[in-house]
């Protein structure tokens, strides 16, 4: 069985660019989590989805985030106009429909703005 | 929100010896895992444990979620224990977002 897989592992945008990222739940999960840690803290939510539908986005910003779930294909986490203080590890997970508490996280993209 | 303090903050340990990590969390739960971040940044599942005691080789947890606190015994450690332990608990609805610890930075040298 594979894992929750994200891509690009690691990604490089210059001040201003954007960036997308990648995250595919594990086979037969219905929930997506993101989560940022920044370096040398620990991980903070961001956005939890299910399919079709953002169920709460509490942790992501305000601005220039935004997170989708589409009915086919992976989630996509979209950071527009990035700044430096996004440089981070985003991590992706998902849990099952029926055991949705435990959440198993894919291996992270690592964002670094110049 | 939730407050989640794990301690100590860092440890180090030589090979063989045996370790406690503690996590305190402020409100019930119904979600709680351990994770373990390698040297590459990769989280590890390690236990999912609300409640109750779990064993998983040389690595066990128990949590006592009315007096809101769960540890994570390793035994035995080995230099690829080395990384950052996480406790993260969630307690809105059946699947929820988990609140992270900041973290046990343990380092085991030979």
């Known amino acids: 069985n594979a894992g929750v897989m994200q891509n690009p592992r690691h990604l490089v945008r210059r001040r201003g660019q954007e960036a997308r990222l990648r995250c595919s739940p594990m086979k037969g999960h219905s929930h997506v989590y993101w989560y940022r840690q920044l370096p040398e803290e620990g991980l903070k939510f961001m956005v939890y989805?299910?399919?079709?539908?953002?169920?709460?986005e509490s942790g992501m910003p305000k601005e220039r985030f935004s997170a989708e779930f589409p009915k086919e294909g992976p989630s996509i986490l979209r950071i527009q106009q990035v700044v430096r203080g996004d440089s981070a590890a985003y991590f992706c997970?998902?849990?099952?429909?029926?055991?949705?508490?435990?959440?198993?996280f894919g291996p992270g993209t690592r964002l670094l703005v110049l | 929100g939730i407050q989640v303090e794990q301690s100590p903050p860092d440890l180090i340990l030589q090979e063989g010896a045996n370790s406690t990590l503690r996590c305190n969390f402020s409100?019930?739960?119904?979600?709680l895992q351990w994770f373990h971040q390698n040297p590459w940044g990769q989280l590890i599942n390690l236990f999912y444990i609300p409640s109750g005691t779990k064993q998983n080789g040389r690595l066990s947890a128990t949590t006592v979620a009315t007096e809101r606190y769960s540890l994570l015994y390793i035994s035995s450690s080995q230099t690829t224990d080395s990384g950052v332990y996480f406790c993260a608990v969630g307690n809105t609805g059946t699947a929820s977002k988990l609140t992270f610890g900041t973290g046990t930075r343990l380092q085991v040298t030979l």
């Open positions: 997970a998902s849990s099952p429909e029926d055991a949705a508490r435990t959440q198993y």
């Open positions: 409100d019930s739960v119904n979600n």
């Open positions: 989805l299910q399919k079709e539908n953002i169920i709460d």
